[in-house]
């Protein structure tokens, strides 16, 4: 079972918004009083932040479906809902964050640094926030909206101060085990060590912290082996020391020849690198030590006097250690110390991120209408922040609801830029982009809503009737006076032969 990973597919869900609340206030001998209906409570966050507890991103390799809480939906008596808890993610320090297509969205390094990964939906608002002089009394209310959905690739790179790299079996977890209060599995086999391994080093007055990069092979820049997967970790390093195996077990083995095929994966992977980081010193140009090591034995002591003065032309310093007997690790300790101080005092001061206020500009376009083509029919897609935002609040349910969408499109001028864009009385229109859009038949709303609203929770603008012209009217005018008169002379008729009797005339025969 793995215990280590270093890069994983995050998928985060911020929490909905809570659904805002339509209510009227009752008192007494006034039943009506007033909306009172509540604001629902906005959704939670998903944050990362930096944790120095965490060094790994195992746990979201296993759960890697995090969801916020949701909002409260807002309640009679001016109760709003409460807001969502924010879903705070621990990652490790050095932590990498992208999107699916590869853009980086934020390197999160140092205790503390946060990053909201997906915000929650706004909550809906009450009928008492909905409420104004021609719509005194709103039947509905806005929904909450949903959270914001994204997958990102979270890429670990350990922030360390020194990066032994070498071969498998070179003494790399020896020497920091031996330099550090770190205790790495360590064994006489290759590939013993499958993740990165960081110590804290102390030299004097001087910290730094050593990271060893495993399974360095012939190969590894593309993909060969373990390298690939771990040469990330001396991204940010400032010293890169190679700790050379001088007992190798194989008779082919030269640490010369091992120094040089290192460099080689090294310098065809810090090609990639160096256009990536821009802001960094070139992998292949920062401060270079050679540790010769498992000198302690007879075989390492003779292949040091050997390669001793090749390893000198380079002009880098040379160490000749052991990871067992300690010969030569405070010197070492020492020399990289000074290495990475001199390094760290060519680093840029930091300087707090400028607060950019980007204003909206003036003119700009709040939507867009967009005209496509399905199955040789014209559709006409409007696109933007406002409209969709103000689809997905929407309750389609209550035809007031719907009234009130009307009314925001229409002031907005999305009716005009229909009109302009070639739409007639019921074209299709489609606001929103993707499967997700509301579809209907357009109905252009020319006149104001307010004022024709009826009963609560209805918009009589919706319904299907025809309003009379002037001689229409005329015309229902005459025909019902043409039927009274009728009427009336059809009663004066009966009367005349006889079918009326007069009861007083009757009681006198009898």
Avoid at 245 to 250: I, Q, S, V, W, Y
Avoid at 356 to 369: D, H, Q, Y
Wanted: glycine share 12%.
């Amino acid at each position: 079972m793995a215990t280590f990973v270093d890069r994983v597919v995050l998928h985060v869900t911020g929490g909905d918004g809570g659904h805002g609340s339509a209510s009227i206030r009752r008192e007494k001998f006034k039943p009506l009083a007033g909306p009172d209906g509540a604001n629902g409570g906005r959704g939670g966050d998903v944050v990362l932040e930096v944790d120095p507890s965490t060094t790994t991103l195992l746990s979201y390799h296993h759960k890697p479906h995090q969801r916020a809480s949701s909002g409260d939906f807002g309640k009679g008596d001016m109760r709003h809902g409460s807001r969502g808890e924010d879903l705070i993610l621990p990652v490790p320090d050095g932590t990498v964050v992208a999107d699916k297509d590869g853009n980086v969205l934020v390197d999160m390094v140092g205790t503390g640094t946060r990053f909201v990964a997906a915000r929650g939906g706004q909550g809906g608002l009450g009928n008492a926030a909905l409420a104004s002089p021609k719509r005194k009394a709103p039947g509905f209310a806005l929904l909450g909206e949903p959270g914001q959905e994204r997958s990102l690739v979270l890429e670990l790179k350990s922030v360390a101060d020194v990066a032994l790299v070498g071969y498998p079996s070179a003494g790399k977890s020896s020497l920091i085990a031996a330099m550090s209060a770190a205790r790495p599995k360590i064994a006489d086999y290759p590939f013993t060590t499958l993740v990165p391994n960081l110590g804290v080093v102390e030299a004097g007055e001087h910290r730094f912290t050593v990271a060893d990069v495993p399974g360095l092979i012939p190969g590894a820049s593309s993909g060969k082996g373990l390298g690939l997967d771990f040469l990330r970790h001396i991204e940010r390093c400032h010293v890169i020391v190679h700790v050379l195996d001088a007992a190798a077990l194989e008779s082919d083995r030269d640490p010369v020849k091992d120094l040089e095929t290192i460099e080689g994966e090294l310098a065809a992977y810090a090609g990639r690198l160096d256009e990536e980081t821009e802001d960094r010193t070139p992998l292949m140009e920062r401060p270079t030590v050679v540790v010769l090591n498992k000198t302690d034995v007879p075989d390492g002591a003779d292949m040091a006097d050997l390669v001793r003065d090749r390893l000198a032309e380079r002009g880098v310093p040379v160490f000749e250690v052991s990871a067992v007997s300690r010969r030569g690790l405070r010197e070492l300790g020492f020399a990289l110390a000074e290495l990475v101080e001199q390094a760290r005092a060519r680093l840029p001061e930091p300087e707090a991120a400028p607060i950019v206020l980007t204003p909206r500009s003036f003119g700009a376009k709040e939507f867009e209408v967009v005209t496509e083509q399905y199955d040789g029919d014209k559709v006409y897609r409007v696109v933007g922040d406002k409209p969709e935002r103000w689809v997905r609040q929407t309750d389609f349910s209550n035809d007031e609801a719907v009234g009130y969408l009307a009314d925001r499109l229409a002031t907005l001028g999305v009716e005009e830029q229909l009109y302009r864009a070639g739409a007639v009385p019921g074209s299709t229109v489609v606001i929103g982009p993707g499967q997700d859009a509301v579809v209907f038949d357009w109905e252009p709303t020319m006149v104001g809503g307010a004022e024709l609203l009826g009963r609560r929770g209805t918009d009589r603008r919706l319904e299907d009737h025809h309003r009379p012209t002037r001689d229409e009217k005329r015309e229902e005018q005459r025909a019902r006076t043409e039927a009274r008169m009728g009427r009336l002379a059809a009663m004066e008729e009966e009367r005349r032969a006889g079918h009326w009797a007069d009861p007083a005339i009757d009681d006198q025969e009898d």
